[in-house]
């Protein structure tokens, strides 16, 4: 799953609230069960375990109850990843958005195998697509097959519809979903797509290019096609308009950032190269 | 000429200001590409994810435009190009001020002979026929403003340039009667070919006849008495520079000269002209002063203004449509060197 022969890639996923999965695993879950974080002192008629008995709660109780110490389990967390394969993901800058998305699946299950959660991940376009459509499993063939199938597929299709129809794919447990993009469809999708996993804890993982706007061909005449709608225009780059770009980015960033914030969901913007190291700073910050 | 570039006369030719034809009319039918830069560009478009992150740009969009436009351009010139496109042929009139005047000019195989009788023997001797070329050239050139007509004339008359104002021609009619000429001297029907220039136009100023020889011939009465009539029919001013060769007896018998049996052609002649009843002059041409004089007399004719209709041949326009259509290709091709194929 990783690049072979590279070095390991890997990040650290955490999330700011309490698992509620009955399988034991690496996250904070609010079930009770073999853990070692201390929850509550619960009478013993309750919680049948002598072994934990809560010694100093027992002798301050007034009516000679034993209490025993209750602990939280540590649950898995089911991680989704729901990708936009949309044209506008084929583009290709400094590096081809669709190489870096497939490379980041790799990265996430693998990281998430590590830490020993089921991932899975939904393919959309203007649609689900049923060949991408992968549940969340531990089964790390199963995953690296439909990545390999997956980085053989040209995005040609435009909408966003898919990706808010993927949201009940992802079952009613509340799961971490990165929903990987480039975001290059309107606010109000947009907002109806993080409504639509309002259920879940959403990482917005904003793919762009570089050449999109900072490094844009420095001077020439552009007949620009838009990957989606096929729509030309035909563009003269200079530095002003660049300038510009960047402007129309920078605003576009802001927007944003403001809608997934609205929401609760702190965007990482994925540009050109992964780094693993700033994803992990991401997920500490987050 | 003194005015020029009147209208186009409507009627007579002339089809208003804008006569243009193609030699292929079914080609324009291919007009209908010049669509083709406003349907489909024919650059290779550079893909971007989405087009709305792209700020909208007058420059950019006057560029698309212009390079559309300048496509099409491209394309319409060389069709019309191809169809051969072409301004008719005009009449255009013209006012000028001065006489209409046809030369007759002897090319008799005399005027090839010296003044003094004899073929030219010494390099650079002036033959008579040359000394007739110099003569008129020189009164060409004193007076460019008239209209003027050529016949030359042997045995039989030849008809060399319709009454024009077109001094080049004149001239470019005048320099080769230096060469040899050949034959007899016929007189009556050169005259009657010339007066003939004048048949079936308005009088628009002096007619003049301007005869130009060296010998003469008898006019019979028959001839002679419709020459008459025409001559006053048209009313025509005859001139007749006569090129005197040595021993020649002259136009005017000198006083006791006895009269050959016959008569002396020219004299007859002469006498013939001076009894048309018309404005008549002879000017002896190894006078010096004689072609001044004839010039001095041509002054206080009567000027009129002329009018004369000048035809303009048709004009090709194909090849400014190629260089239009070269020079909005070259355009494209400046642009498609600064084209961005990919967006990266």
Not at chain 1, 124 to 142: D, K, Y
Not at chain 1, 160 to 174: F, K, M, N, S
């Amino acid at each position: 799953m990783t690049a072979q022969g590279a070095e390991v890639r890997e990040f650290h996923y955490r999330v700011g609230w309490r698992t509620r999965h009955a399988l034991p695993g690496h996250h904070k879950s609010s079930l009770t069960g073999a853990g070692h974080e201390y929850a509550i002192s619960a009478p013993l008629l309750d919680y049948p375990d002598p072994r934990r008995l809560d010694i100093r709660r027992s002798v301050r109780d007034p009516f000679g109850q034993l209490f025993v110490r209750t602990y939280n389990q540590h649950g898995i967390l089911p991680v989704y990843a729901v990708v936009d394969l949309t044209a506008s993901m084929g583009f290709q800058g400094t590096a081809s958005k669709q190489a870096l998305l497939v490379e980041f699946l790799s990265i996430l299950a693998f990281s998430a195998s590590r830490t020993g959660d089921p991932f899975g991940f939904v393919g959309c376009t203007g649609e689900v697509l049923p060949q991408f459509v992968v549940p969340a499993t531990r089964s790390g063939a199963a995953l690296r097959k439909a990545i390999d199938r997956l980085s053989d597929y040209t995005p040609a299709v435009c909408g966003a519809q898919g990706l808010i129809e993927a949201a009940p794919l992802l079952g009613y447990r509340r799961s971490l979903v990165f929903v990987i993009s480039d975001f290059h469809f309107s606010l109000d999708v947009t907002h109806r797509l993080l409504n639509a996993f309002a259920r879940h804890d959403v990482v917005p993982i904003v793919v762009w290019d570089s050449a999109e706007f900072r490094n844009p061909p420095t001077f020439g005449i552009a007949r620009v096609r838009d990957s989606e709608t096929g729509a030309e225009r035909y563009v003269l780059l200079r530095p002003a308009l660049r300038n510009r770009l960047c402007e129309s980015f920078e605003q576009r960033r802001i927007a944003l950032e403001r809608i997934f914030m609205e929401s609760g969901h702190k965007p990482y913007f994925l540009l050109d190269r992964i780094d693993c190291d700033a994803l992990n700073r991401f997920f500490i910050e987050r | 000429m003194v005015a020029v570039a009147v209208p186009p006369v409507p009627g007579g030719g002339a089809r208003g200001a804008v006569n243009l034809y193609v030699e292929h009319p079914w080609l324009l039918a291919l007009l209908l590409l010049a669509l083709l830069p406003f349907l489909h560009s024919g650059s290779a478009p550079a893909t971007y994810s989405w087009l709305d992150l792209i700020p909208r740009d007058g420059l950019s969009r006057a560029l698309g435009l212009a390079l559309r436009v300048i496509g099409a351009i491209a394309i319409a010139s060389l069709v019309v190009a191809l169809s051969g496109l072409y301004r008719g042929g005009q009449t255009m009139e013209r006012i000028a001020e001065g006489a209409q005047i046809v030369i007759v000019l002897d090319r008799s195989r005399s005027m090839n002979d010296t003044f003094a009788g004899h073929t030219p023997r010494v390099r650079g001797e002036e033959n008579k026929a040359q000394a007739a070329s110099r003569l008129l050239l020189d009164f060409i050139n004193r007076r460019p403003n008239n209209v003027y007509g050529m016949v030359e004339f042997s045995s039989a008359p030849i008809y060399v340039l319709p009454l024009t104002n077109k001094i080049e021609a004149v001239q470019a009619a005048i320099k080769p009667a230096a060469q040899e000429g050949l034959g007899l001297t016929n007189i009556a029907s050169p005259l009657g070919m010339a007066l003939g220039l004048y048949e079936g136009r308005e009088y628009e100023g002096s007619r003049v006849i301007l005869l130009v020889s060296d010998g003469a011939a008898k006019i019979d009465d028959q001839v002679g008495g419709w020459l008459r009539d025409t001559f006053h029919e048209y009313n025509v001013r005859l001139y007749w520079i006569y090129i005197r060769s040595e021993g020649s007896p002259g136009i005017v018998p000198k006083p006791g000269q006895i009269e050959v049996f016959g008569g002396v052609p020219e004299q007859q002649l002469h006498r013939y002209f001076q009894g048309l009843g018309i404005p008549y002059t002879a000017y002896v041409a190894d006078d010096p002063a004689a072609l001044g004089r004839a010039v001095a007399d041509m002054d206080e004719l009567e000027r009129w203004p002329l009018r004369t209709v000048e035809v303009l041949p048709r004009e090709k326009i194909s090849g400014y449509c190629y260089a239009l259509s070269l020079a909005m290709i070259l355009l494209l091709v400046v642009a498609k060197l600064f084209e961005v194929r990919a967006w990266r």
